[in-house]
């Protein structure tokens, strides 16, 4: 698990050197910010279904055959179940990321492992990118979450 703790650890054990102040200063900030970001994992957490739910019918409101380009899905009622299942995968993963208040899962295991996947499967990632960003653009403070969760959400 990659955190900003063990990032600032490990790069000054790498260095064999004890942690700067601004080392430690990048520590409190990720400590000071805590709150904001768990404050976000908890709303994303009741609302997985939803949220996922309002990224497919985003992606199929402007896709209606499911996908950006060449290979269009051939059963809709198919497609929206797959893509609602991967959506609510990589907001687990979202969420992973703003309890541990690093990217490192996200990074390793959605952007780089499922970019494999998808040219492998010759899926369309223009699809996901579409419905990743009606979800960004969606959240609202307070309706959703205070503004340094909604802040802290979208970074």
Not at 78 to 81: A, H, I, L, N, S
């Given at each position: 698990?990659?955190?900003?703790?063990?990032?600032?650890?490990?790069?000054?054990?790498?260095?064999?050197?004890?942690?700067?102040?601004?080392?430690?200063?990048?520590?409190?900030?990720?400590?000071?910010?805590?709150?904001?970001?768990?404050?976000?994992?908890?709303?994303?957490?009741?609302?997985?279904?939803?949220?996922?739910q309002?990224?497919?019918d985003?992606?199929?409101?402007?896709?209606?055959?499911?996908?950006?380009?060449?290979?269009?899905?051939k059963?809709?009622t198919?497609?929206?179940?797959k893509?609602k299942?991967?959506?609510?995968?990589?907001?687990?993963?979202?969420?992973?990321c703003?309890?541990?208040?690093?990217?490192?899962?996200?990074?390793?295991?959605a952007?780089?492992?499922?970019?494999?996947?998808?040219?492998?499967?010759?899926?369309?990632?223009?699809?996901?990118?579409a419905?990743f960003?009606?979800?960004?653009?969606?959240?609202?403070?307070?309706?959703?979450?205070s503004?340094?969760?909604?802040?802290?959400?979208?970074?």
């Open positions: 698990m990659k955190s900003v703790i063990t990032t600032v650890v490990g790069a000054a054990d790498s260095a064999s050197r004890f942690p700067t102040a601004s080392d430690m200063e990048s520590v409190q900030g990720s400590i000071q910010r805590a709150s904001a970001r768990l404050e976000a994992a908890e709303k994303l957490a009741s609302n997985y279904d939803q949220v996922a309002e990224a497919v985003a992606v199929y409101s402007q896709y209606p055959n499911g996908a950006t380009g060449r290979q269009p899905r059963c809709a198919e497609g929206k179940e893509y299942r991967d959506f609510v995968h990589y907001l687990r993963l979202v969420n992973y703003l309890v541990t208040g690093g990217t490192g899962p996200l990074d390793e295991l952007i780089n492992g499922q970019k494999e996947v998808y040219k492998a499967l010759s899926i369309d990632a223009g699809t996901y990118v419905g960003s009606h979800i960004r653009s969606r959240g609202c403070a307070p309706r959703d979450m503004a340094q969760a909604l802040t802290a959400y979208n970074q």
